[in-house]
């Protein structure tokens, strides 16, 4: 899946199934404005969105740690 110009590069789903994590990083076009990664965390039964963060690099990987504790890895820029 892709937006313009983003790409999910990771998905994870929650042990207990109630929340879904997404990672994202910028096609790799060699624009400058595009610095930075994003993860999402959704509530799946509402289906909405409640948690965004951004990051100064592409992020590689999400997981679940537990039913609350989200794990990121961040690929810096140059580092693919």
């Not at 740690?65 to 890895?73: I, N, Y």
Request: hydrophobic share 40%; aromatic share 10%.
């Amino acid at each position: 899946w892709h937006a313009a110009d983003r790409v999910i590069t990771s998905v994870a789903v929650s042990p207990d199934r109630t929340l879904l994590a997404t990672g994202t990083g910028w096609f790799p076009d060699g624009s400058p404005a595009r610095t930075h990664g994003e993860v999402r965390i959704w509530d799946l039964a509402r289906g909405r969105l409640i948690y965004k963060e951004f990051f100064p690099d592409d992020v590689s990987v999400v997981g679940f740690r537990d039913e609350r504790t989200v794990l990121v890895g961040v690929t810096p820029r140059g580092g693919r």
